[in-house]
């Protein structure tokens, strides 16, 4: 089957840069997405990697390797409204969105 | 304001008594879904549809139904609710040419007693 691996916490201090990662097992599929959540919210759409390398989208930026099954979440200069849940995301073959448990980031003054 | 809306927000109801949940988006998108969001499992992908009149299993159809015959409305069918569909769920949209940019509705919190 096909799943998503990410960790469950990551906490990281205000300013500083964290990476939040994502491997995966498929056997197809079109690219890999992040969302983020606060809590009580729904789930808003950061970015999306198709094909292999960095995606930049102001202080966030995304990475994909096909080759190693990974990808990853970076943000720069964190700020307290970054305190939120990080999600993973990939599209299968069939147009099936299939999610990561998430990444509850946890940002420190 | 483009958005995806879901009525109710909340519900409480009983085993086995039918209820939908509806969706709606004025973004004219083509692909619209369903998710559940349970403690530590993430969003699960109920139903999706690609167009009008095209629907497909995700991973946890099981008691669910859905119809699309307008391509703004998505509704979600429980017709038989069970204490296992307490949930979180989410209605969510994308445009035809970028299926992996959704937006999501504000959700609907659903206690099945």
């Known amino acids: 089957g096909q799943s998503l691996e990410q960790p469950s916490e990551v906490t990281a201090v205000e300013g500083a840069i964290v990476q939040i990662n994502c491997t995966y097992q498929?056997?197809?599929?079109?690219?890999l997405s992040w969302y983020q959540q606060h809590d009580g919210g729904a789930p808003t759409f950061l970015s999306y990697?198709?094909l292999d390398g960095l995606e930049e989208t102001g202080r966030f930026s995304s990475f994909l390797s096909r080759s190693d099954s990974y990808g990853y979440l970076l943000l720069q200069e964190l700020q307290m409204k970054d305190s939120a849940s990080y999600f993973c995301?990939?599209?299968?073959?069939?147009?099936?969105?299939?999610w990561g448990a998430g990444t509850k980031l946890i940002i420190k003054p | 304001e483009a958005q995806v809306t879901q009525n109710p927000r909340y519900l409480i109801t009983v085993t086995g008594k039918k209820l939908t949940v509806t969706c709606s988006q004025n973004?004219?998108?083509?692909?619209m879904s369903w998710y559940r969001q349970d403690p530590g499992l993430g969003l699960r992908q109920i139903y999706y549809?690609?167009?009008?009149?095209?629907?497909d299993k995700g991973d946890v159809p099981e008691g669910y139904k859905v119809s699309r015959k307008e391509k703004r409305n998505f509704p979600l069918i429980l017709e038989s609710p069970s204490p296992n569909q307490t949930s979180l769920y989410f209605c969510?949209?994308?445009?035809?040419?970028?299926?992996?940019?959704?937006?999501f509705g504000p959700g609907t919190r659903l206690t099945v007693l």
């Open positions: 969510a949209s994308s445009p035809g040419d970028s299926y992996n940019e959704q937006f």
């Open positions: 973004m004219n998108h083509e692909y």
């Open positions: 549809s690609m167009n009008v009149e095209v629907t």
């Open positions: 498929t056997s197809g599929f079109y690219g």
């Open positions: 990697n198709a």
């Open positions: 995301a990939l599209m299968d073959s069939n147009y099936q969105l299939i």
